[in-house]
């Protein structure tokens, strides 16, 4: 699993902050969101950053539509839940991805070890289903 | 997707989010949220805050119309176009149980109402990135409650990315156990 410093590090590098130029921080950046840079110059940091902040928009981007997951998760169709992620498994193209997909699904939502997790369920299924009756 | 040029890395759908901003804000509970209390899956405020962005209302004064009622109840004639919202509480039914299920309708009849005053979302439609929005809000609060996550972002401020590009920004909120 990445680790914390992996996700402040695309925090760095996605914001507008002035950075300087690390070659062994962008290989790590670029590896974690399978960006092919096979070697680095500083010249090219303002093309690297662009890219990184592409990645991850496009990356979060199929991350929030696989969010099906949790709908149907918390709706307590766990098997059809996972079979959606099965059935969308090539869309993960990255460690990043991978990571948020993986952490998602082994979240469960009734273990005993989150605390709340009760009265959460009972409040997301009936807000689901308001906004069903709502949408429909 | 990967190689391409961009024009600048602030051309992101989190332009208007410098990770650094809540820097500049205090660390109290905006909502004064209490972990203990049955608020704990209460709903963020809806991308209104006003932390470190002026084109945001400002919260209202305490005890009058604060919180979440208090900041949809802004007056509409605001420079930022916000419609003003009818002085029910979101907050309260959510919370309670009593009267639940208008919550999430009295949230939309103001997107509504967003729509009728011309205000134009950055995403497609606020009312459409709600649903899983939340959804990603609750995940991500079970897992971190009030905690900081990346680059000092809670689950609420990525609640309001959300809801403003319709994206949950991962990188910020990863939904997984740190």
């Known amino acids: 699993m990445l680790e914390r410093r992996h996700y402040e590090l695309l925090a760095k590098y996605e914001s507008s902050e002035s950075i300087d130029f690390d070659a062994n921080e ?9 960006l092919h840079f096979t070697d680095f110059t500083e010249a090219r940091l303002p093309e690297y950053r662009n890219s990184i902040v592409q990645a991850i928009h496009e990356q979060n981007k199929v991350l929030t539509e696989l969010s099906e997951y949790l709908n149907l998760d918390n709706q307590g169709l766990r098997v059809e839940a996972l079979r959606y992620v099965v059935q969308n498994i090539a869309k993960i193209k990255s460690p990043f991805m991978l990571d948020s997909i993986v952490g998602t699904v082994s979240h469960r939502a009734d273990s005993p ?3 709340g997790r009760g009265r959460r369920s ?6 689901l289903a308001t906004v069903d009756r709502t949408e429909g | 997707m990967q190689g391409s040029i961009r024009s600048s890395p602030m051309n992101s759908p989190w332009e208007q989010w410098s990770p650094y901003w ?3 804000v205090t660390a109290v509970p905006p909502f004064g949220m209490s972990f203990e209390s049955s ?6 405020n809806d991308g209104s805050s006003s932390q470190g962005r002026s084109t945001w209302p400002p919260p209202a004064a305490p005890g009058v119309n604060s919180g979440i009622l208090g900041q949809l109840g802004q007056p509409a004639n605001r420079s930022s176009g916000y419609p003003s ?3 029910t509480s979101l907050l309260g039914p959510f919370l309670t149980g009593v009267g639940r299920a208008p919550a999430i309708p009295n949230g939309l009849q103001a997107e509504t109402e967003m729509g009728v005053s011309n205000y134009v979302t950055p995403a497609q439609s606020r009312s459409d990135n709600r649903a899983h929005c939340l959804d990603r ?13 990346i680059n000092g972002k809670r689950c609420q401020d990525c609640y309001n990315m959300c809801l403003h590009s319709g994206i949950w920004p991962d990188n910020y909120c990863p939904l997984r156990p740190f």
């Open chain 1, 113 to 115: 070890l989150n605390y």
């Open chain 2, 85 to 87: 919202a009818k002085p």
């Open chain 2, 22 to 24: 809540w820097q500049t």
């Open chain 1, 122 to 127: 009972a409040v997301v299924v009936e807000r």
């Open chain 2, 39 to 44: 608020s704990a899956y209460a709903p963020p």
């Open chain 1, 26 to 34: 962008l290989a790590i950046v670029c590896g974690v969101l399978n």
């Open chain 2, 137 to 149: 809000y609750v995940h991500c609060h079970d897992l971190h409650s009030f905690g900081q996550l």
